[in-house]
Structures are given as C-alpha cells and as structure tokens.
C-alpha cells in the first residue's frame, strides 16, 4: 500500500527539521504511542496501541531514519510486531521545502505492509486505517510545530 501527502507548515526549515528529529515531538503525535525511545543517530523504539478494525494490538518496534539530507529530507523506517495480530512494516520519504506562501512544505510517500491477522482484514479497511493514521499523524505534527512557533514568538515579544 502507498500513501502521498504534503502539508504546509507556517514554520521555518530548520524548525520543522528539529521537530521531526525529537523524540519528544514524534512521541506526541503518533496516533497510540506509548512510549518512544532512542535518538536520530541510534534509532528509535516505540510501542503503539491500535485497533485496526475488530483486531486490537500492541505493537513493539523499531524505527531507524536514513538518506539525511539535514534541513532537506530522509527515510524513516519502521517494523512493529503486534503478537497475534501480525507485523507492519513501511518506510516514509519525507521532504522539506520552502512554500511559496512562506513557511514549509513537508510532503511525504508511505510505503507500508501487514501481515497476520491484519492483513486478513481486507485492503479496503487497512488502507483507510493507513491513510487515517496519517493524516493524524501530520495533522498533529503542523499543530505541534506552528503551536511551539507562536509560543516562542510570544515568549520573545
């Protein structure tokens, strides 16, 4: 399964760089996160609690990141195992840009895998689930970055 998105981001490049390599930041906008440890240079570990459909799971795993074009762009890749439920795996190419409007264009291309009882599923209701994911992980992404934006813009006024 493949996802495409981008979104604009009203902070500069190398604020939104810093946010998508601290953990703290990763931690509080992935959708079911529990815990994420690690650092950009070692990788990270993470546990996820989801449920996907009728099938509810904990996944342990690791996440490392490649390519680093520091300001620019990487590869964050990913595998979890959620016991009975099965595995996903997937990597994501993310860019930055600087946007037309001012701020910065983040886009990204997802490339994922279930297997074990979620890929029982169907890919109807695991792409949707991929695709929700997401977009809630982006979403709350841009809200977290231009939120610590405007509240180091008010501490400095």
């Known amino acids: 399964m493949e996802l495409k998105g981008s979104r604009t981001i009203a902070a ?3 604020t939104v760089w810093a946010a998508l390599n601290d953990p703290d930041v990763l931690a509080a906008c992935i959708p079911g996160c529990e815990e994420l440890t690690g650092s950009p240079e070692e ?16 996944f342990k795993g690791a996440v490392t990141l ?8 990487y590869r964050i ?14 990597a994501a190419d993310v860019h930055l840009a600087d946007a037309e409007a001012g701020g910065t ?7 994922a895998k279930v297997g074990g009882k ?16 997401a977009d809630q992980f982006f979403e709350r992404f841009q809200e ?9 813009e008010d501490g400095a006024a």
């Open 12 to 14: 500069d490049r190398a």
């Open 43 to 58: 990788g990270f570990e993470a546990t996820v609690k989801q449920k996907v459909g009728p099938v509810k799971a904990t």
């Open 66 to 73: 490649s390519d680093i074009v520091p300001e620019q762009s």
């Open 77 to 90: 890749s990913g595998e979890g195992k959620g016991g009975v439920a099965g595995f996903a795996k997937g």
């Open 105 to 111: 264009e983040l886009s990204y291309d997802v490339e």
């Open 118 to 133: 979620l890929a029982q599923l169907g890919s109807r209701l695991i792409n949707g689930f991929a695709t929700k994911m």
């Open 144 to 152: 977290r970055v231009e939120s610590d934006g405007a509240a180091e």
